[in-house]
Nanobody
């Protein structure tokens, strides 16, 4: 199977930055798209950003210009650099990896933006 472990969450003031990391292990041959999703209390999980194995990226409108997704295929790691954080970015952030059409999720990491 595929295991994902996120790290880098925490509490930050508005305008601050955080960098999330997600390490993928296990059966990684054939790994394709990877992405970050988030779920705020009382809301549905939503896509934040994703990146293909070739490096093509896509972002939610709400984070464009503030967040950057990247991946290091040699380390089987995907990153999410989050700048200019806002209170509305508060959520549990989940990493997702797609392998042979199957989606695998991490356990999530809490990001709280508060003064």
């Amino acid at each position: 199977q595929v295991q994902l472990v996120e790290s880098g969450g925490g509490t930050v003031q508005p305008g601050g930055s955080l960098r999330l990391s997600c390490v993928v292990s296990g059966r990684i041959f054939g790994l394709n798209a990877m992405g970050w999703y988030r779920q705020a209390p009382g809301k549905q999980r939503e896509l934040v950003a994703d990146i293909t194995s070739g490096g093509s990226t896509d972002y939610a409108d709400s984070v464009k210009g503030r967040f950057t997704i990247s991946r290091d295929n040699a380390k089987n790691t995907v990153y999410l650099q989050m700048n200019s954080l806002k209170p509305e970015d508060t959520a549990v952030y989940y990493c997702k990896a797609v392998r042979w059409g199957n989606g695998y999720w991490g356990q999530g990491t809490q990001v709280t933006v508060s003064s």
